[in-house]
C-alpha cells in the first residue's frame, strides 16, 4: 500500500523516566507513561510499540469503525488497479478525536458504576501528586483519579480517603466530596457530616463539609471529567 493511502493504527514507545516514576507509586498508572494510540497514515517509520515494532490497520469491521472502511476502499481500490487517493488529515483527525471520547467514557462508566454500589464510604488511594494547589490521588478500586485540597502528603503515600455521594444533585461538582487526613479536632464534625449523609440531610452536610475546608481540613468536590487514566 502506498503512503497515505491506508490507515495504520500506531502507539509510540513509553517515556522510560516517567514510567519509572509512575510503577514506583501504582502499577496501573503505568499506562500514563504512553501516548494513546492513535490512528495514522501509512508510511514510514511508524511503530505500534506495546505490540511489537509493527503497526497494524483496523479493517474487519466496516459498519461500525470508519477506519475500516476507508481500510477496505484503498484495498479494494489497488485490487483493481485504480488510484487510490492520499488519506487527508482532515478524516483522521476525528477518528483520532472519536477513540479519545471513547475511552473516556468507558473510565467514567466504570468509576459510575463503583459509586453506584457503594455511596459512600473510605477507599484506599496513592498520591500522585503534590502542588500548593491540589493534591491528586489514584483510586486502584475506580481506576480514577481524584483531586483533594493541598496537605502534607509525599508522592506514592498510601492514604484512606471518605467519600460521600448524593447522586440526586445534578451536576458531580455537587455530587462527589472527599475527605482525607481529617484532624482529631474534627473527629465529631466529621460523625456528624456521616450521620446527615444517612439521614439525608444533604444540604446541612454539604454546608458542614465546606466548613471543615476553611479550617484546613484537604477537601475537594470532584467530578468525572476532571481525572482521566
Known amino acids: 500500500m502506498e503512503h497515505g493511502t491506508g490507515i495504520l493504527r500506531t502507539h509510540q514507545p513509553a517515556d522510560l523516566q516517567k514510567l519509572t516514576q509512575f510503577l514506583h507509586i501504582h502499577p496501573d498508572l503505568k499506562v500514563l507513561a504512553y501516548e494513546a494510540a492513535k490512528y495514522e497514515p501509512t508510511g514510514p517509520n511508524l511503530v505500534h510499540a506495546t505490540l511489537g515494532s509493527v503497526p497494524y490497520c483496523h479493517a474487519s469491521s466496516p459498519i461500525r469503525r470508519y477506519a475500516d472502511l476507508i481500510n477496505q476502499r484503498s484495498l479494494k481500490a489497488i485490487l483493481q488497479g485504480q488510484h ?3 488519506i487527508d488529515a482532515s478524516v483522521i483527525t476525528p477518528l483520532n478525536q472519536t477513540q479519545k471520547r471513547m475511552r473516556s467514557y468507558e473510565r467514567a462508566l ?4 463503583q459509586v453506584q454500589q457503594a455511596p459512600s464510604g ?3 488511594g496513592f498520591v500522585f501528586s503534590c502542588t500548593q494547589e ?3 490521588v489514584y483510586i486502584p478500586s475506580w481506576k480514577h483519579m481524584i483531586t483533594l485540597e493541598p496537605g502534607s502528603y509525599t508522592i506514592g503515600q498510601v492514604i484512606q480517603v471518605q467519600y460521600y455521594a448524593n447522586l440526586q444533585k445534578p451536576y458531580w461538582e455537587q455530587r462527589m466530596v472527599f475527605i482525607s487526613n ?3 479536632d474534627a473527629k465529631h464534625d466529621e460523625e456528624r457530616i456521616v450521620e446527615n449523609f444517612s439521614n439525608g440531610n444533604d444540604d446541612e452536610s454539604i454546608y458542614n463539609l465546606v466548613s471543615l475546608a476553611h479550617n484546613g481540613c484537604p477537601i475537594l468536590s470532584s467530578h468525572i471529567a476532571g481525572g482521566d487514566v
Do not use: A, C, G, H
Request: no cysteine; aromatic share 12%; proline share 6%.
Open 84 to 86: 487510490v487517493k492520499p
Open 134 to 136: 491540589k493534591t491528586k
Open 110 to 113: 466504570f468509576f459510575l458504576e
Open 182 to 184: 481529617v484532624n482529631d
Open 122 to 124: 473510605s477507599i484506599e
